[in-house]
Protein backbone atom coordinates (compact mmCIF):
# COMPACT_ATOMS: atom_id res chain seq x y z
CA UNK A 1 0.00 0.00 0.00
CA UNK A 2 1.13 3.69 -0.49
CA UNK A 3 3.31 4.52 2.27
CA UNK A 4 1.20 7.73 2.50
CA UNK A 5 -2.18 6.12 2.92
CA UNK A 6 -1.07 3.65 5.22
CA UNK A 7 -2.28 5.99 7.59
CA UNK A 8 -5.00 7.82 8.56
CA UNK A 9 -3.52 10.98 10.84
CA UNK A 10 0.36 11.79 10.48
CA UNK A 11 2.04 14.27 13.07
CA UNK A 12 5.44 15.29 11.88
CA UNK A 13 7.50 16.42 14.70
CA UNK A 14 9.36 19.40 12.63
CA UNK A 15 11.03 21.50 15.35
CA UNK A 16 11.97 20.85 18.95
CA UNK A 17 9.65 21.66 21.59
CA UNK A 18 7.88 19.94 24.83
CA UNK A 19 6.94 16.60 24.69
CA UNK A 20 4.34 15.75 21.74
CA UNK A 21 1.26 14.50 23.06
CA UNK A 22 -0.85 12.94 20.00
CA UNK A 23 -4.04 11.49 21.48
CA UNK A 24 -3.18 9.24 24.57
CA UNK A 25 0.62 9.41 23.35
CA UNK A 26 2.94 11.31 23.94
CA UNK A 27 6.88 11.11 23.15
CA UNK A 28 10.15 12.53 24.41
CA UNK A 29 12.62 14.20 23.36
CA UNK A 30 10.93 15.53 19.46
CA UNK A 31 14.28 14.60 17.59
CA UNK A 32 17.42 12.40 18.04
CA UNK A 33 21.20 12.98 17.68
CA UNK A 34 23.62 10.46 16.56
CA UNK A 35 27.24 11.09 15.38
CA UNK A 36 31.07 10.25 15.95
CA UNK A 37 30.65 9.85 19.41
CA UNK A 38 27.47 9.41 20.18
CA UNK A 39 25.90 5.71 18.79
CA UNK A 40 22.77 5.70 20.90
CA UNK A 41 19.98 7.82 21.84
CA UNK A 42 16.29 6.73 23.97
CA UNK A 43 12.78 8.21 23.31
CA UNK A 44 10.23 7.71 26.06
CA UNK A 45 6.46 6.90 24.86
CA UNK A 46 4.27 7.24 27.60
CA UNK A 47 0.45 6.14 27.21
CA UNK A 48 -2.07 9.13 28.95
CA UNK A 49 -5.13 7.53 27.89
CA UNK A 50 -7.35 4.58 29.66
CA UNK A 51 -7.03 1.83 26.87
CA UNK A 52 -3.50 -0.39 26.65
CA UNK A 53 -2.10 1.38 22.74
CA UNK A 54 -0.23 -1.41 20.55
CA UNK A 55 3.01 0.37 19.18
CA UNK A 56 5.19 -0.47 15.73
CA UNK A 57 8.72 1.62 15.32
CA UNK A 58 10.16 2.31 12.07
CA UNK A 59 13.10 3.81 11.02
CA UNK A 60 13.65 5.32 7.18
CA UNK A 61 16.23 7.46 5.71
CA UNK A 62 15.21 10.92 5.45
CA UNK A 63 16.22 12.45 2.12
CA UNK A 64 14.72 15.71 1.60
CA UNK A 65 11.30 17.43 2.39
CA UNK A 66 8.98 15.66 4.62
CA UNK A 67 6.38 13.97 1.37
CA UNK A 68 6.49 10.87 0.62
CA UNK A 69 9.24 9.63 -1.75
CA UNK A 70 11.66 11.51 0.50
CA UNK A 71 11.00 8.55 3.14
CA UNK A 72 13.27 5.34 2.29
CA UNK A 73 12.73 2.12 4.47
CA UNK A 74 16.57 1.61 6.20
CA UNK A 75 18.46 -1.00 8.39
CA UNK A 76 20.63 1.73 9.26
CA UNK A 77 18.99 2.69 12.21
CA UNK A 78 17.65 0.10 14.90
CA UNK A 79 15.27 0.76 16.99
CA UNK A 80 14.14 -1.49 20.43
CA UNK A 81 11.65 -2.93 20.95
CA UNK A 82 9.97 -2.49 17.37
CA UNK A 83 6.63 -3.43 18.63
CA UNK A 84 5.25 -3.24 21.97
CA UNK A 85 1.88 -2.96 23.83
CA UNK A 86 1.57 0.01 26.31
CA UNK A 87 0.03 -0.01 28.89
CA UNK A 88 -2.45 2.80 30.51
CA UNK A 89 0.05 5.25 32.50
CA UNK A 90 3.28 3.34 31.45
CA UNK A 91 6.10 4.76 29.93
CA UNK A 92 7.63 2.54 27.12
CA UNK A 93 11.56 3.77 26.50
CA UNK A 94 13.04 2.84 22.64
CA UNK A 95 16.63 2.43 22.27
CA UNK A 96 17.78 3.95 18.75
CA UNK A 97 20.98 2.97 17.39
CA UNK A 98 23.48 2.70 14.29
CA UNK A 99 24.01 -0.30 13.37
CA UNK A 100 27.42 0.37 11.87
CA UNK A 101 29.99 3.44 12.91
CA UNK A 102 29.50 6.56 10.68
CA UNK A 103 32.76 7.66 9.27
CA UNK A 104 31.08 10.30 6.78
CA UNK A 105 31.90 13.92 6.36
CA UNK A 106 28.04 14.75 5.50
CA UNK A 107 25.52 14.80 8.11
CA UNK A 108 22.74 12.06 7.29
CA UNK A 109 18.75 12.01 8.34
CA UNK A 110 16.51 9.43 9.23
CA UNK A 111 12.76 9.69 10.50
CA UNK A 112 11.12 7.74 13.23
CA UNK A 113 8.16 6.87 13.07
CA UNK A 114 6.14 5.73 16.30
CA UNK A 115 2.69 4.62 15.24
CA UNK A 116 -0.53 3.04 16.88
CA UNK A 117 -1.03 -0.42 15.02
CA UNK A 118 -5.09 -0.32 14.33
CA UNK A 119 -6.75 -2.77 16.75
CA UNK A 120 -10.14 -4.07 16.10
CA UNK A 121 -12.69 -1.51 17.19
CA UNK A 122 -15.46 -2.81 19.49
CA UNK A 123 -18.91 -2.69 19.07
CA UNK A 124 -19.45 0.43 21.71
CA UNK A 125 -16.92 2.61 19.41
CA UNK A 126 -19.04 2.05 16.81
CA UNK A 127 -16.69 0.54 14.60
CA UNK A 128 -13.80 3.11 13.55
CA UNK A 129 -11.44 4.56 15.18
CA UNK A 130 -8.59 6.78 14.58
CA UNK A 131 -4.85 5.79 14.74
CA UNK A 132 -1.77 8.12 15.30
CA UNK A 133 1.21 8.17 13.71
CA UNK A 134 4.51 10.70 15.17
CA UNK A 135 7.72 11.38 12.90
CA UNK A 136 11.00 12.28 14.84
CA UNK A 137 13.85 13.39 12.97
CA UNK A 138 16.77 11.69 14.22
CA UNK A 139 20.48 13.43 12.74
CA UNK A 140 23.64 11.53 12.71
CA UNK A 141 26.48 14.13 12.39
CA UNK A 142 29.74 14.76 12.08
CA UNK A 143 32.12 16.35 14.22
CA UNK A 144 31.85 20.16 13.68
CA UNK A 145 29.55 20.08 10.84
CA UNK A 146 27.85 23.22 10.30
CA UNK A 147 24.66 24.37 7.91
CA UNK A 148 25.64 27.22 5.45
CA UNK A 149 22.21 28.68 4.48
CA UNK A 150 22.01 30.90 1.12
CA UNK A 151 18.66 32.38 1.09
CA UNK A 152 17.49 34.30 -2.37
CA UNK A 153 14.07 36.03 -3.20
CA UNK A 154 12.69 35.39 -6.82
CA UNK A 155 9.83 35.79 -9.45
CA UNK A 156 8.73 32.38 -9.97
CA UNK A 157 6.46 31.05 -12.45
CA UNK A 158 3.53 31.12 -9.80
CA UNK A 159 4.89 34.79 -8.35
CA UNK A 160 7.59 35.22 -6.01
CA UNK A 161 9.46 32.83 -3.88
CA UNK A 162 11.88 32.22 -1.30
CA UNK A 163 15.01 30.02 -1.04
CA UNK A 164 16.98 28.69 1.08
CA UNK A 165 19.70 26.43 -0.16
CA UNK A 166 22.19 24.96 2.88
CA UNK A 167 25.25 24.52 1.06
CA UNK A 168 26.69 22.88 4.50
CA UNK A 169 27.31 19.30 5.84
CA UNK A 170 24.66 19.93 8.44
CA UNK A 171 21.11 20.60 8.36
CA UNK A 172 19.47 23.66 9.42
CA UNK A 173 15.79 24.46 11.44
CA UNK A 174 13.88 27.38 10.65
CA UNK A 175 11.18 28.98 12.96
CA UNK A 176 9.21 32.24 12.54
CA UNK A 177 10.46 33.07 9.38
CA UNK A 178 9.04 36.72 8.19
CA UNK A 179 10.03 39.23 5.86
CA UNK A 180 10.33 42.87 7.02
CA UNK A 181 10.54 45.90 4.44
CA UNK A 182 13.78 47.90 4.72
CA UNK A 183 11.21 50.91 4.54
CA UNK A 184 7.82 51.28 6.03
CA UNK A 185 6.67 48.69 8.67
CA UNK A 186 5.06 46.35 5.92
CA UNK A 187 6.34 42.85 7.02
CA UNK A 188 5.23 39.03 5.05
CA UNK A 189 4.75 35.94 6.76
CA UNK A 190 4.63 33.32 4.68
CA UNK A 191 1.81 30.51 5.41
CA UNK A 192 4.91 28.05 6.56
CA UNK A 193 7.21 29.66 8.75
CA UNK A 194 8.97 26.95 9.35
CA UNK A 195 10.93 24.48 8.35
CA UNK A 196 13.94 21.21 8.22
CA UNK A 197 16.29 21.99 5.58
CA UNK A 198 18.70 18.87 5.47
CA UNK A 199 22.53 19.54 4.03
CA UNK A 200 22.15 19.73 0.69
CA UNK A 201 19.02 20.95 0.57
CA UNK A 202 16.36 23.47 -0.75
CA UNK A 203 13.09 24.82 0.54
CA UNK A 204 11.10 27.11 -0.83
CA UNK A 205 8.59 29.68 0.40
CA UNK A 206 6.03 30.77 -2.04
CA UNK A 207 5.11 34.86 -1.19
CA UNK A 208 1.88 36.88 -2.22
CA UNK A 209 2.90 38.86 -5.28
CA UNK A 210 1.02 41.86 -4.14
CA UNK A 211 2.99 42.47 -1.23
CA UNK A 212 6.69 41.81 -2.61
CA UNK A 213 5.57 44.35 -5.28
CA UNK A 214 4.98 46.71 -2.85
CA UNK A 215 8.59 46.51 -1.43
CA UNK A 216 11.01 44.58 -3.17
CA UNK A 217 13.79 45.29 -0.70
CA UNK A 218 13.65 43.39 2.92
CA UNK A 219 15.22 41.99 5.45
CA UNK A 220 14.26 38.56 6.57
CA UNK A 221 14.29 37.46 10.00
CA UNK A 222 14.07 34.47 11.70
CA UNK A 223 15.47 32.10 14.37
CA UNK A 224 17.24 28.87 13.60
CA UNK A 225 19.09 26.46 16.19
CA UNK A 226 22.28 28.48 15.97
CA UNK A 227 20.45 31.79 16.76
CA UNK A 228 18.37 34.75 15.00
CA UNK A 229 18.79 35.36 11.66
CA UNK A 230 18.41 38.56 9.79
CA UNK A 231 19.78 38.75 6.25
CA UNK A 232 19.00 41.94 3.80
CA UNK A 233 17.54 40.55 0.47
CA UNK A 234 16.42 42.07 -3.15
CA UNK A 235 14.00 40.28 -5.63
CA UNK A 236 16.60 39.06 -8.09
CA UNK A 237 16.89 41.45 -10.88
CA UNK A 238 15.03 44.21 -9.33
Known amino acids: MHFWLRFLVVLAVLLDAAPVVAAALSVSPTRLSLGTGTTTDAVAVRNDGDRPVLVQVETFRWTGPLRTDALESTRDLLAVPSVFRIAPGARQVIRVALRKPFTGGVEEAYRLLIAEVPEEAGAETGGVRFTLRLSLPVFVTPEDAR ?74 EAESQSGPISVPLAVEGS
Not at 151 to 177: K, S, T
Not at 178 to 196: C, F, H, K, Q
Open 147 to 220: PRPEWRLRRGAGGYELVLYNAGNAHIRIRGLRLRAEEGDAVIEPAEPAAYVLAGGEHVWRLPAARVRRARRFIL
